[in-house]
């Protein structure tokens, strides 16, 4: 991005019109807009949705050293004995129990402990082998993936790590590390996403020692079970009344509750509860990130957290494959295996692509918190949230449909009839979920359309907002035409990836060139519809969710190729394997393109608005 974008805002206040906006409304947008990060956002993502990716920054494709994965080999063959002895996913599922022998055989590996310091008990991975971990956990039981993800994700270790103090570490990682479960509370019944309506409160207690903490937490992942909780609260003062902090809250402390365990229609064995505070004294030391920085704390740790779910996603759809290949092998129609069936055959290929893709974004985003624990990932971890979690529903539902009715069958019934055991069913309803975890896919594009617009809003929000002094507007308004008089005739040039496509394989090179000019008329479009739509572009939020889906494809797409080209550096790989591979990464390229154009399609039809006004009819 050009220099006139990198210049510091002089001012903490959000870019976006607040002034028709409700009291509710402009409340819920200054408390999200107050925990961004306020740090520019200069990765490949947020490069590609202005039209000028970098792709430095993705080739060459991060290495993981040897040692670094000599470790992670280590830890997943203790982990993958311990799930082959002592972990049996169908009668986890049908008892709704994770067994007590399971959990202790998990502490004793460390799995509780992954990426905390070896200094405080635990394994001190890394990032990469953390979500090496996560795709075998993915690959055999959603319940246990949700578990330990929760628990080391956005339970106690992960904020811990990020905003604790010294003493707050020292007391509290190691009983994390030796298997103490941890949980993160945030939704109520009344707040989803919308944090300015949490009605959990925090207020200082006379001495000044303690916050007094009332309110309930819904749908408490791991908190039925929690020996530790993170809570958010409200610490409201005259200044600020929506200010939130996060509290380590102790479970055995006095006052903490467990009103109800949930069940759902997956995930069987989730430890999730709604967790109730009545007058809980929390020390003062526990105050976690600073007073008035719960939002903060929280959307952080999501955003490094999230990748943990992709990672998941990634182990399921690897083994939704497994499935489908034996299954497209064994099973004749017509006289021939039904993998050579067309239809057959389609489905398998696109789930071969999604599935390396998925891989390729997981291991992407872990390499760039390898390589800086405070990375600013939010952009591409989102991005492997929303992509991951929706492709790997659309791996799961061909599965289904693959096996047709031995897919809709239980295991256990399938075992008793003779037949192999094959669990899609469970897989089935365990991964529904996905979608909805760590932010919905709708929360997730706006989120990413947000921060997509930030250059933009930067650049002209301030000139067509109608609070600020003329002169503010019309200098904002000078500054932007300024920019954009060089910027935009600079996005139609016909200009490809540039030196650093020849890092890539030959047949792949074209396929980095498709991605740079793709960028440039997701920028130029994108433009256009901020000038089109001006303040009411951010209530568009059907034509946003398509040029996030562009700009998605788009990131995919690079950590796709730059993958598939550190397999072929790194391995004595057979030229008829790297023949396969090109053609599968090149496949994965059509379907990129497929799906983009489907995006612009929806643009072009304009439906958003006319489906707003019958949805309000019905």
């Not at 409700?22 to 947008?29: E, P």
């Not at 207690?205 to 903490?213: A, F, K, P, T, V």
């Not at 061909?398 to 094959?422: C, I, N, Y």
């Not at 989120?447 to 609070?467: K, M, W």
Request: aromatic content about 6%; overall charge neutral; charged content about 25%.
């Amino acid at each position: 991005m050009k220099t006139t974008l990198e210049e510091p805002k002089s001012e903490a206040r959000t870019h976006i019109d607040t002034s028709r906006m409700n009291a509710g409304q402009r409340a819920a947008l200054e408390m999200a807009e107050a925990a961004r990060d306020e740090r520019r956002n200069n990765g490949i993502a947020a490069g590609i949705f202005f039209g000028e990716p970098d792709f430095n920054k993705l080739l060459p494709f991060p290495k993981q050293s040897v040692e670094d994965h000599d470790q992670g080999d280590a830890f997943l063959h203790r982990l993958e004995e311990v799930l082959d002895k002592h972990a049996n996913p169908d009668e986890i599922d049908a008892t709704g129990e994770i067994p007590e022998v399971l959990l202790s055989e998990l502490a004793r590996i460390g799995a509780f402990g992954i990426k905390i310091p070896l200094r405080y008990g635990g394994l001190g991975l890394s990032q990469t082998n953390y979500s090496r971990a996560a795709m075998l956990l993915g690959s055999r039981c959603g319940n246990l993936a949700a578990l330990l993800s929760a628990h080391q994700s956005i339970g106690a270790p992960q904020p811990l790590i990020l905003f604790g103090t010294e003493e707050q570490r020292a007391k509290y990682l190691p009983r994390c590390a030796k298997g103490e479960i941890s949980a993160f509370a945030l939704t109520e019944n009344e707040v989803g996403s919308d944090p300015a309506r949490m009605k959990t409160e925090a207020r200082l207690d006379e001495s000044g020692e303690n916050y007094i903490l009332n309110g309930e937490k819904l749908w408490c992942t791991n908190g039925t079970k929690a020996g530790l909780i993170v809570v958010m609260a409200k610490t409201p003062t005259a200044e600020k009344p929506h200010a939130t902090t996060a509290f380590i809250v102790e479970t055995s402390w006095p006052g903490v509750e467990v009103l109800h365990r949930c069940r759902f229609m997956g995930l069987k064995a989730l430890y999730n509860g709604v967790i109730h505070f009545d007058n809980v004294q929390v020390p003062v030391a526990n105050v976690l990130g600073g007073v008035g920085r719960g939002l903060k704390v929280a959307l952080t740790t999501l955003n490094t957290g999230r990748i943990t779910l992709p990672a998941a996603c990634t182990g399921l759809s690897q083994r939704c494959l497994d499935i489908s290949k034996r299954w497209a092998r064994s099973r004749e129609q017509w006289g021939q295996p039904i993998g050579r069936h067309a239809a057959v055959a389609d489905k398998l290929s696109r789930m071969a692509a999604d599935t390396f893709a998925m891989e390729s974004i997981v291991r992407y985003v872990s390499a760039l918190v390898d390589r800086d624990k405070h990375a600013d990932v939010r952009l591409e971890a989102a991005i492997g949230k929303l992509w991951g979690s929706e492709k790997s529903w659309r791996i799961m539902d061909d599965t289904m449909q693959m096996r047709g009715g031995r897919g809709f069958e239980t295991a256990a019934s399938l075992k008793a009839r003779g037949e192999v055991p094959e669990p899609v069913e469970r897989l089935f309803r365990d991964s529904r979920i996905n979608t909805i975890f760590e932010g919905s896919s709708e929360i997730m594009r706006l989120f990413i359309a947000r921060e997509a617009l930030e250059p933009h809003l930067n650049l002209g929000a301030d000139a067509v907002n109608p609070t600020l002094p003329w002169k503010v507007r019309a200098k904002a308004a000078l500054r932007a035409a300024r920019f954009y008089a060089g910027w935009y005739p600079r996005k139609w040039l016909p200009l490809g990836a540039g030196d650093v496509k020849e890092l890539l394989h030959p047949a792949l090179q074209f396929e980095l060139d498709a991605i740079a000019r793709q960028s440039r008329v997701l920028a130029r479009r994108l433009f256009l519809a901020m000038a089109l739509n001006g303040p009411k572009l951010e209530r568009r939020q059907v034509l946003l969710g398509h040029f996030v889906d562009v700009g998605a494809e788009l990131f995919v797409w690079g950590c796709t190729l730059a993958h598939a080209q550190s397999r072929v550096n790194d391995s004595s790989m057979p030229d008829v394997e790297i023949d396969r591979l090109v053609r599968l990464v090149r496949f994965f390229g059509r379907m990129a393109r497929e799906r983009i154009a489907s995006s612009y399609r929806h643009l072009k039809e304009n439906l958003d608005q006319e489906s707003w006004q019958v949805a309000q009819e019905v």
